[in-house]
C-alpha cells in the first residue's frame, strides 16, 4: 500500500525543522507514539524513506508522509499500544526498524540527582552506552552529559550513520542527553553528533565508552561484557593484604613491546597472559605495572595522552580479553598495577576537549586548563561532574578488571598550580597559594573511595616534589596513598652509578643521602621506563667502565636496590641488560640472552626476588626506621657501604655490604650484630652472574671482636663492584632490638 502525502502544518514544519538542525531537546515528544483521546498518533522521521507503514499487534497501518523532508504520521484508533515497528521502502530497498521514541527513560531522579551532584560512584553503568532491557525489549540506552549542547543525536551503525535519525533528548537540568535503541545489541558503533553552542556539529566518542576502534579510527563501540571471573581467592587473599608489610617486587610492561610475534606481530591479551605469568612467575616479581591500556589515538604517547578513560585499548583486543589476562595473572599468584591519568588529556576535536563547544571537561582559564609541557588539557578538578568522573573511572579499573592498584602518573602537575608555569602564567588559589586545591580534594576523593571498598587494593602516585604527606592518610593531613615513586632515591642512585670509580668517592653521600627521608613516605623505588628514553641510554647504558665492568656495576646497582628499603620497581628489559634504549615500536631484543653476561644478569634478578621473599626482613619493616641500621656508611675512600636489614620480630635477617670500586679488598672486616656463621645469600661477582667469582666460599664467621660499633665482626673478602647479602645465623636467648 502506498504512502499518501499532504501538506505538514506550521508546527509539524517547525519540529521537523529543528529535528533535522540537530537542536531539537525533546523529540519523543514530537515522534513516537502521542495519545489524543481514544486515539494514538505515531510520528516518525525518516529522511531516507520514500514510504512507511507502521506494523503492530492488530495489523498495519500506512503511514502520510506529511514532510518531504522525511516525516511521516499516522493515526491508529487505539490508545493501548504496547509495540509496533515501522516497515520502510525507498525505491527497490525496504528494510525495517523498531521505534526508539515509544520508550521511557534509561535513567532514573536518583541517578540524575547523583550525577548533578558529582557522587555518582558507578557512573559508567547509567552514562556511555548499556546493553539493557527496556519494556520488555532488549536494546541499547545511550547517555551523555553535555549540557551546554544545542543539541545531541547518536550516530552509528544502527543508523547506518546517518545524523539525523536518532536525536536525543535532554532529562533536564542534568545536562545529561538519552536515547534508548531497542533490537541493537555489542558490537555497534556509534559517536554522538554534538551541535555545540555555536552551532557548529562535532562527531564525538563517548567518553564513558568501554571500547573503541583500533586506531587510527575513533569510534565507539557498545559492550556487554559475559566474562566469569576465576580470579575468586586471590580476591580473598587482595583483602587481607597490607603492602608495607609484604613482599612487593613490580615488573613495569609495555605490553604491546614486551614480546612480539612473526614478523613483529603485537601480541593480543590472550595470547599474552601465560608467557608473562610465567615470565614474572621465574623472575620472582610479585606484580606487573602495565602503562596504561585506556584507550589512546596516538601509540607514541605510550598510552598518557587518553581520549577513552573507560575504554580498555583495543589494540590488543577486547575488554573481556583484557579481563583474561588480568585473571590468568591472578590465578597464577600476581599482581596487576595499571598506570592511570588523571592528570592531563589531549586536544583531539573527536574526545573529550570543548566536548559541547565550552570548556567541559579542562578548565576554561588557559593558565589552568593547558599543560605548557605536553600541550594537552588539564581537567577543571572543581566541577562536581568531572570529579565524579575521575573518581568513577578509577573505581570502574578495579571493579570491572579487578585491577589490584593505580599508579597515579604526574601526580606533581595536578598539586601545583604554578607547575612548569612562569611568573605570571599561573593563578594563585583563593588564598594565594599555588597549591591546586580542587585536584587536591579529588585525590583525596580517589585514594579514599579505593581504601574504603577496595581493601588490599593499592594508589601509588608518581610524584617528584617534596610534597609531605603523599602516602599519610587522608585523616592524617596527607593526600591517602598507598605508596609514592621515590624520584629522588632514582636520581640520586643512577648519578652515582654513572660516575666513573674514581670520582665516585666525590658522590659517595648520594647512596646516604636517601636514608635520611627513606621512612617519611611509604616508597617505591623506580627504575622506570622515564630512565630509558629520550637519550638517556639503557640501564646498562648508564653504566661506565669497559663492559665486564658495565655488567659489574649494573649487578650491584640491582642487588643494592633490592637490599634498600622501599619496594622495587624494574622497566622490562633492565633485567637482562638490554643496550639499546627502550622503542615501543619493537620487542625487547631477547636475542640477548644467549650471551653469558645477559644471562648472567638475568639469573641474578631471578635469585633477587627469590632471596628477597625468603628474607622478611627485606621487607616486613621497608617504611620503619627500626627495620634499618647502618654499620658503615662513612668508607668514602673504598668506596664501601655496609648496612643491616630486620625482620618483624627485630631479628638481623640480612646484612648488605657493598663494593662499589673496582679493587678487590681481602680481609676485610666488618662489624655485625651476631656471633657465629653468615651465610653468603648473595654475591653478585659470583661466576653464575658472568662474574668473577671472588667470595667467601659462602659463608663468613662473625667473631666476638667489636667494629663498626657493633659487638662482632666477620673477616671477608670484598669483591670489585660487588653487592654481598649475608643471612644472620639465628640468635640464641632473647630476640634483639635493633
Not at 536518532?166 to 537540568?173: D, I, K
Not at 538519552?178 to 555555536?198: M, S, W
Not at 582559564?365 to 566541577?383: C, M, Q, S
Request: net charge negative; hydrophobic share 40%.
Amino acid at each position: 500500500m502506498s504512502t499518501t502525502h499532504r501538506a505538514p502544518t506550521a508546527e509539524q514544519a517547525a519540529e521537523t525543522a529543528r529535528l533535522l538542525a540537530g537542536e531539537h531537546h525533546q523529540p519523543h515528544a514530537f515522534l513516537g507514539p502521542h495519545r489524543e483521546g481514544d486515539s494514538t498518533i505515531i510520528r516518525t522521521l525518516q529522511p531516507t524513506a520514500n514510504e512507511a507503514t507502521v506494523a503492530y499487534e492488530g495489523g498495519t497501518a500506512p503511514m502520510t508522509r506529511v514532510d518531504e523532508r522525511g516525516l511521516f504520521e499516522v493515526t491508529l484508533p487505539l490508545t493501548d499500544l504496547p509495540g509496533y515497528r515501522f516497515r520502510l521502502r525507498s525505491g527497490d530497498r525496504s528494510w525495517e526498524v523498531d521505534d526508539p521514541y515509544r520508550f521511557l527513560p534509561s535513567l532514573g531522579d536518583v541517578d540524575l540527582y547523583l550525577i548533578g551532584e558529582g557522587n555518582h560512584r558507578e557512573l559508567w553503568r547509567r552514562l556511555g552506552a548499556r546493553v539493557m532491557e527496556q519494556q520488555g525489549v532488549r536494546g541499547v540506552a545511550f547517555a551523555v552529559w553535555a549540557p551546554n549542547a544545542r543539541g545531541v543525536r547518536l550516530v552509528g551503525d544502527a543508523g547506518f550513520w546517518d545524523d539525523r535519525v536518532h536525536p536525543m533528548r535532554s532529562l533536564g537540568a542534568s545536562g545529561v542527553w538519552e536515547l534508548f535503541l531497542p533490537n541493537i545489541d555489542a558490537g555497534t558503533r556509534y559517536k554522538f553528533q554534538v551541535v555545540q553552542a555555536n552551532g557548529r556539529k562535532v562527531l564525538k566518542a563517548d567518553p564513558l565508552a568501554q571500547a573503541a576502534e583500533v586506531p587510527p579510527a575513533t569510534a565507539s563501540i557498545v559492550v556487554d561484557s559475559h566474562y566469569r571471573w576465576e580470579d575468586g581467592d586471590w580476591l580473598e587473599g587482595r583483602s587481607r593484604w597490607i603492602g608495607d608489610s609484604n613482599p612487593l617486587s613490580v615488573y613495569e610492561v609495555h605490553l604491546g613491546s614486551w614480546r612480539r610475534g612473526e614478523g613483529g606481530r603485537v601480541l593480543g591479551y590472550r595470547e599474552v597472559a601465560p608467557q608473562l605469568a610465567d615470565y614474572c612467575l621465574e623472575m620472582g616479581f610479585t606484580h606487573v605495572e602495565f602503562m596504561p591500556l585506556a584507550e589512546h589515538p596516538f601509540t607514541g604517547s605510550w598510552g598518557y595522552q587518553v581520549t577513552g578513560y573507560y575504554a580498555a585499548t583495543s589494540r590488543y583486543g577486547s575488554p573481556d580479553d583484557l579481563r583474561f589476562l588480568v585473571d590468568h595473572l591472578h590465578q597464577r599468584g600476581i599482581g596487576v598495577i595499571l598506570d592511570w591519568v588523571p592528570a592531563h588529556f589531549p586536544r583531539d576535536e573527536w574526545a573529550l576537549a570543548r566536548f559541547d563547544g565550552t570548556a567541559l571537561y579542562e578548565h576554561v582559564d588557559p593558565r589552568r586548563g593547558e599543560h605548557p609541557d605536553w600541550g594537552t588539557l588539564v581537567f577543571n578538578y572543581g566541577r562536581n561532574e568531572v570529579r565524579n568522573f575521575l573518581v568513577a573511572n578509577a573505581r570502574y579499573w578495579i571493579e570491572e578488571f579487578h585491577i589490584d592498584g593505580l599508579r597515579v602518573d604526574a601526580v606533581a602537575s595536578m598539586l601545583y598550580l604554578d607547575y612548569s608555569r612562569k611568573q605570571g602564567e599561573w593563578v594563585p588559589n583563593p588564598y594565594g597559594g599555588r597549591e591546586n586545591l580542587e585536584a587536591i580534594n579529588v585525590l583525596h576523593e580517589v585514594n579514599e573511595s579505593v581504601r574504603t571498598d577496595y581493601p588490599g587494593v593499592m594508589t601509588i602516585a608518581e610524584e617528584s616534589t617534596a610534597w609531605p604527606g603523599v602516602s599519610r592518610p587522608v585523616q592524617a593531613g596527607g593526600l591517602g596513598f598507598a605508596f609514592k615513586w621515590n624520584m629522588g632515591w632514582m636520581h640520586d642512585t643512577l648519578e652515582y652509578f654513572q660516575k666513573d670509580s674514581v670520582f665516585r668517592r666525590y658522590h659517595h653521600h648520594q647512596l646516604t643521602f636517601g636514608l635520611l627521608y627513606a621512612f617519611s613516605e611509604r616508597f617505591v623505588l623506580p627504575l622506570s621506563h622515564d630512565e630509558v628514553v629520550h637519550g638517556k641510554a639503557s640501564l646498562i647504558g648508564k653504566m661506565p667502565g669497559d663492559r665486564w665492568q658495565q655488567f659489574a656495576n649494573l649487578r650491584g646497582l640491582l642487588a643494592w636496590m633490592w637490599a634498600h628499603p622501599g619496594k622495587q620497581l624494574l622497566f622490562m628489559g633492565g633485567e637482562f641488560g638490554q643496550y639499546a634504549e627502550w622503542s615501543a615500536d619493537n620487542a625487547l631484543d631477547w636475542h640477548l640472552v644467549q650471551y653469558p653476561e645477559h644471562s648472567g644478569l638475568q639469573q641474578l634478578v631471578r635469585d633477587l626476588g627469590a632471596r628477597y621473599r625468603e628474607n622478611p626482613a627485606l621487607w616486613q619493616r621497608d617504611v620503619t626506621p627500626d627495620g634499618f641500621r647502618w654499620i658503615d656508611a662513612g668508607n668514602v675512600d673504598q668506596n664501601i657501604y655496609a648496612f643491616i636489614r630486620y625482620d618483624a620480630n627485630g631479628h638481623p635477617g640480612i646484612a648488605c655490604v657493598a663494593n662499589f670500586s673496582p679493587a678487590v679488598h681481602s680481609r676485610f672486616r666488618v662489624g655485625l650484630p651476631l656471633a657465629g656463621t653468615w651465610r653468603e645469600v648473595l654475591n653478585t661477582d659470583a661466576a653464575e652472574y658472568a662474574g668473577g667469582g671472588v667470595g667467601n666460599m659462602g659463608a663468613v664467621q662473625a667473631e666476638s671482636l667489636t667494629w663498626h660499633g657493633q659487638p662482632f665482626s666477620a673477616e671477608m673478602t670484598m669483591p670489585p663492584l660487588a653487592v654481598l647479602w649475608l643471612g644472620a645465623p639465628r640468635p640464641d636467648g632473647p630476640e634483639p632490638v635493633p
